[in-house]
């Protein structure tokens, strides 16, 4: 309990909270991060898995190969990447790992989500005169967004957890804290920055949950 109590101490101490180093600061910057990151990765993602989905070709190979970065881990990735070019700019290597983290579970569940929309639903509406455009946007979409808004979720969440590894890069966010901790010997103020990370994550979920309950009835895949 001594070190719980520390870590709480820590945390509610005024002095930590404030400056560069703050944990204010700390968590702008972690979520700026995260949501680049996340935008850029469904800017990426959902064009190619949607346009796949509803073309019906080439979306298994690109969902294979996608899932295949999955079993590379991000910090391997990470630290190749300081060895390119990219280390020259600032949070380049940072963010293209995280991004490269964050593609498989976007385009798996964009892509699943478009495939999985009923077949006969969408002859039906060719055979009432839809184009390929109006098919895509006033159909499949509508009835795929549900599982597209959980990859978005899942991803998100994901890179919550893992921008951490920004801190091992030079970088910002609340990794800062928990190597800083480390860098100190401080055991509550490691514990207290993973307290930091977890209750943003789940900071994220919650907010995520509350936007589906508040969707339109097709965004949540109800009637």
Do not use: K
């Not at 959902?46 to 979306?59: F, N």
């Not at 790992?97 to 579970?105: E, G, I, Y």
């Amino acid at each position: 309990m001594s070190t719980l109590t520390a870590s709480w101490d820590w945390l509610t101490d005024p002095a930590h909270w404030p400056g560069a180093d703050g944990i204010g600061r700390r968590l702008a910057q972690h979520l700026v991060l995260t949501a680049v990151c996340l935008a850029v990765s469904c800017l990426i993602a959902l064009p190619v898995a949607v346009t796949l989905g509803h073309l019906g070709r080439g979306g298994a190979l690109a969902v294979n190969l996608s899932n295949v970065g999955r079993a590379v881990p991000t910090f391997a990735v990470l630290v190749l990447l300081l060895l390119t070019p990219l280390a020259a700019w600032g949070e380049g290597p940072t963010v293209v790992a995280l991004v490269l983290f964050a593609v498989p579970p976007l385009l798996t569940s964009a892509y699943v989500g478009m495939r999985e929309v009923d077949r006969d639903t969408v002859r039906a509406a060719r055979g009432m005169g839809m184009t390929g455009r109006q098919v895509l946007f006033r159909v499949e979409l509508p009835l795929a967004a549900p599982m597209i808004l959980n990859g978005v979720r899942i991803a998100a969440v994901q890179l919550v957890a893992t921008a951490t590894l920004a801190a091992l890069a030079g970088g910002g966010g609340l990794g800062r804290i928990i190597t800083a901790g480390f860098s100190l010997a401080s055991t509550p103020q490691v514990v207290a920055g993973a307290v930091l990370v977890a209750g943003f994550a789940l900071l994220v979920e919650g907010l995520f949950e509350v936007a589906a309950r508040l969707a339109p009835a097709w965004a949540r895949g109800t009637p």
